[in-house]
């Protein structure tokens, strides 16, 4: 039983899924989404009528014979899960990070591990957008239990996220939940450690960013999200690292079907700038390498933090909604999309292998403020001309006499 407002811990969610790992067929199928809350099952199936988008979940739920639903756990508990399933060293580790399953095969004989890395729900999209992502996922979750059921093997499924997708809005005990989510999310989006790029015993790259995806030809989705933190299956060997040019090198091997190798390089710089008198570190550019012969290179506006900060940004990519851009330089470069969310990235002065104090893309004048100064101005603006066409009135100096001649005002006056 779990009562409102409870938030399980990692512990508690090894205790709660301790008979998946004792019973007889230890095969564990874990998918693994950005962003998920319990909400979302009534939200989305209550305000968009006949479409169902967690239709494959709930049959699955209805037709297992046993099932556990847990409101809210800990962002952490994710984390802690996986990498405690890894280190067991029992399992046969899998990752999938592919829409096409036909070639998905387990040995039943020994324990499997299989991650299913979905698509993420990008935090710009409209709801619209977020209902298809969440469809297409419960396609994807629907593919591979059909699968394994026709090879005959046993299996437990597990659905989660690793952070929430929205804060409960309840009152009483869950408004004290709450003012806590909220005080501590920033603390809760670093739910894994950032990427590490050693010089010896120093780090001279961090790299953190809660989604890291790309899309090639506008078809073809590559998440690298959890082959970069979570399970580190990146290559980072070609990195390189000095006091004026660092450069961040992802290699991957397979990270689709299709695609043999590809690999990322953030180019960045530190030099010294006469108008401010001090040294800014800038992302320069953005390269990627396909199957070692494709090469796309993007041109980045708007990454530059000092010296001895990191840099931060909510959304980078080459949409144009986003604050911080990736701009096509030539043409193969065209034919990717780029999305990286909560990016946080520092190629210099890293003490104590942790990231510096970060300087964010949001700028001071944001557009909301920008609303706020124009609808003051213009009502400013509205209020000075009453005040002066009021002190423009005049009164009558004087007045007719009833038993008087009439007053006679020149024209003059």
Not at 133 to 154: F, P, S
Not at 171 to 200: H, K, W
Not at 232 to 237: G, H, L
Request: aromatic share 10%; charged share 15%.
């Amino acid at each position: 039983a779990v009562h409102e407002g409870q938030v399980v811990s990692a512990q508690e969610l090894t205790v709660l899924l301790q008979p998946l790992f004792t019973q007889n067929s230890r095969n564990l199928i874990l998918f693994l989404q950005d962003r998920l809350s319990i909400d979302d099952f009534t939200y989305f199936s209550e305000f968009y009528g006949n479409k169902n988008p967690f239709q494959n979940v709930q049959e699955i739920l209805q037709s297992s014979p046993s099932s556990l639903v847990l409101p809210a756990v800990e962002c952490k508990a994710t984390r802690y899960l996986l990498s405690a399933l890894q280190q067991s060293g029992d399992w046969n580790l899998t990752n999938v990070t592919t829409l096409n399953f036909s070639q998905l095969e387990m040995n039943a004989s020994n324990p499997n591990l299989l991650v299913v890395q979905l698509q993420p729900l990008a935090s710009d999209l409209k709801e619209i957008s977020v209902l298809e992502a969440i469809a297409e996922n419960d396609k994807i979750i629907g593919r591979v239990t059909m699968d394994l059921q026709e090879q005959g093997i046993n299996f437990s499924v597990i659905y989660t996220a690793m952070r929430p997708s929205r804060i409960s809005r309840r009152t009483g005990v869950v408004a004290e939940l709450r003012r806590q989510l909220m005080a501590s999310e920033e603390e809760d989006i670093l739910s894994y450690p950032p990427l590490n790029v050693t010089t010896g015993n120093y780090s001279c790259i961090l790299f953190y960013a809660s989604n890291f995806s790309l899309k090639a030809n506008s078809s073809v989705l590559i998440d690298l999200t959890n082959a970069t933190f979570l399970t580190q299956n990146v290559d980072i060997s070609a990195s390189e690292c000095s006091d004026s040019n660092t450069t961040l090198s992802l290699k991957y091997a397979k990270p689709v079907n299709g695609i043999s190798s590809l690999e990322i390089r953030f180019l960045m710089t530190n030099k010294f700038y006469e108008v401010s008198a001090r040294k800014w570190s800038t992302l320069d550019a953005v390269e990627i390498v396909q199957d070692g012969e494709k090469f796309a290179k993007f041109n980045v506006s708007g990454i530059s933090a000092p010296a001895e900060y990191s840099f931060h940004c909510q959304l980078v990519g080459t949409s144009n909604r986003y604050p911080a851009r990736l701009v096509p330089s030539n043409n193969e470069a065209k034919n990717w999309d780029v999305f990286i969310s909560e990016l946080q990235i520092q190629g210099f002065n890293i003490i104590n292998n942790q990231f510096s104090y970060a300087s964010d893309c949001t700028g001071f004048f944001t557009s909301g403020i920008w609303m706020g100064l124009v609808t003051s101005i213009i009502l400013l603006w509205i209020l000075t001309y009453g005040i002066h066409m009021i002190m423009q009135l005049t009164t009558n100096s004087r007045f007719d006499d009833p038993k008087g001649p009439a007053l006679s005002v020149p024209q003059a006056e």
